[in-house]
C-alpha cells in the first residue's frame, strides 16, 4: 500500500522476521538505508538516474556501511579482500599433515574424562 502524505509516502513491505530484527536497531534510519541500497543497485545496473551525492551523503553514507558492516550484514569491501589475499605473509602458508586422531575425537575423548561427566 502506498500513500501519499506531503513530500513523502509510505510504502508497507512483508519481510522476514529475521530481517525486521536486524533492522530494529536501524529504525530511524531506515529512508537513509534504503536510498544506500538502491544507490548500490542502480550502480551494479547502471540504472541510476541520480545526481552526484553531497559531502554529507558521502559521509552519512561511511556511517551506515560501517555499522552494517559491524552488525554483519555487510562484508568487507572488495579492496580490503584484496589487499588481504595479497599481502605477502598469508601467500606462505602451507598446510602440514598430521597423523592420529581427528581432533573432535580427542575433544570427546577429554571431555568425558572428566570427573564431573561420570555418571
Known sequence: MVRNTTSTETIEIQIPTELAQRLQPYRNDLTRILEWGLRYVEEKTGTTTRAMPTP???????????????????????????????????????????????????????????PWTKR
Not at 553514507?61 to 589475499?85: C, D, F, N, S, T
Request: hydrophobic fraction near 40%; aromatic fraction near 4%; proline fraction near 7%.
Open 56 to 114: 554529507e551523503a558521502l559521509a552519512l553514507q561511511k556511517r551506515v556501511v560501517a555499522a552494517l558492516r559491524q552488525m554483519g550484514v555487510v562484508g568487507p569491501e572488495p579492496e580490503e579482500i584484496a589487499q588481504y589475499l595479497l599481502a605477502g605473509e598469508n601467500q606462505s602458508w602451507v598446510p602440514i599433515q598430521a597423523s592420529g586422531k581427528p581432533a573432535s575425537e580427542v575433544i570427546v575423548e577429554e571431555r568425558d574424562s572428566r
